[in-house]
């Protein structure tokens, strides 16, 4: 008996030495993380921005401070950055560019918590089903994106459609699944469809409801088209024009409000940008909202064609908007990032 129980007591021990080297084996082979053979590294040459109204020092705008920014520049594709999201509190960002491109990098700061530089910094194509890149830019004008979780969700102009991706930053696949327009695309401007698409909050009114803002598809009254997209509240409601301004990105605060990016051009005055808050509560199907104006800039000020809008919350409590420009690959336009600090949250 006492040589059976040996003999047993050996083979368990072979069969988990045996385990354990096969698992040590497996670690020492494994891939690293999945990285797109179509992933482009990129070296982004970035120049601090001080100052935010031209000439002046002042930091303090309405409800907004300026924290600082960055004037980017970068070889390849690099550019037509059209929409922004933080995948942490400030670091690591995650964007589509409207030339049918993913993009993602890191934001490098100072002791003072101002932005300083980017690293880490690529770009790889958006993909169809088989892995193929997409061309042309009717298919690949990306514009709005909403990150919730491993999913990010884009919205596209010209051939408009919202689809969903599982979000892997260095390898990004095809798309998932196609959600409703729920607007009509008969309403659907060609190139003024969906520019905004975002979460609400998951502990609001809407649940989580993915919502989208057009550009500047509007209706008979000029009223802008937007649409909550999924859930019990699922349907149209519109938010009012004015001024010429047209939406480009917004994101949800944490008290539930809408902030929502607009841009206005001009060939006699050039651009412009407006930042406008929108009662949350108002938010619903068959709705027209407005809100107040937090901020307006115009061409006195370090802005371009400002397409990209997130906002965070930082480590020491300071609520966050950061903005982001697209340069439509232009030499008379620049790719900027701005940060302000929202008061009184």
């Not at 040459?45 to 002042?58: V, Y």
């Amino acid at each position: 008996m006492l040589v059976k129980r040996r003999a047993k007591r050996a083979s368990r021990i072979t069969r988990y030495a045996f385990a354990v080297f096969a698992a040590f084996a497996a670690l020492s082979t494994a891939p690293a993380a999945a990285q797109s053979p179509l992933l482009q590294e990129i070296e982004v040459n970035a120049h601090q921005i001080t100052q935010f109204h031209i000439g002046r020092s002042e930091t303090r705008f309405g409800p907004l401070e300026f924290v600082g920014g960055l004037s980017m520049a970068g070889s390849g594709d690099f550019g037509a950055l059209s929409a922004i999201r933080f995948l942490d509190a400030g670091t690591h960002f995650f964007g589509v560019a409207d030339t049918g491109f993913w993009y993602s990098g890191m934001v490098e700061r100072d002791a003072d918590l101002r932005p300083t530089g980017i690293t880490g910094f690529s770009m790889q194509p958006l993909v169809d089903e088989t892995g193929a890149a997409i061309e042309g830019k009717w298919r690949t004008d990306a514009e709005g994106l909403a990150i919730a979780g491993d999913q990010a969700t884009v919205a596209f102009e010209r051939d408009h459609k919202i689809q969903e991706f599982t979000l892997q930053p260095s390898d990004m696949a095809g798309p998932r699944r196609a959600l409703d327009l729920v607007v009509s695309r008969a309403e659907l401007r060609q190139n003024r469809g969906f520019e905004t698409l975002v979460h609400s909050p998951a502990d609001g009114p809407l649940g989580g409801a993915r919502v989208g803002v057009t550009e500047r598809s509007i209706d008979a009254d000029g009223n802008i088209f937007a649409a909550i997209l999924e859930g019990p509240q699922k349907g149209i409601f519109k938010v009012v024009r004015s001024d010429d301004f047209d939406i480009t990105d917004g994101a949800f605060l944490p008290n539930g409000d809408l902030l929502l990016l607009e841009r206005r051009f001009s060939m006699a005055t050039g651009v412009a940008m407006r930042l406008r808050r929108i009662d949350g509560a108002t938010i619903r199907k068959g709705a027209l909202v407005d809100g107040a104006v937090l901020l307006e800039a115009d061409m006195a000020y370090q802005i371009d064609n400002m397409e990209g809008l997130d906002v965070w919350r930082r480590d020491d409590g300071a609520l966050i908007v950061s903005l982001i420009s697209d340069d439509n690959h232009s030499i008379l336009q620049r790719n900027l990032y701005l940060e302000f600090v929202l008061t009184g949250e």
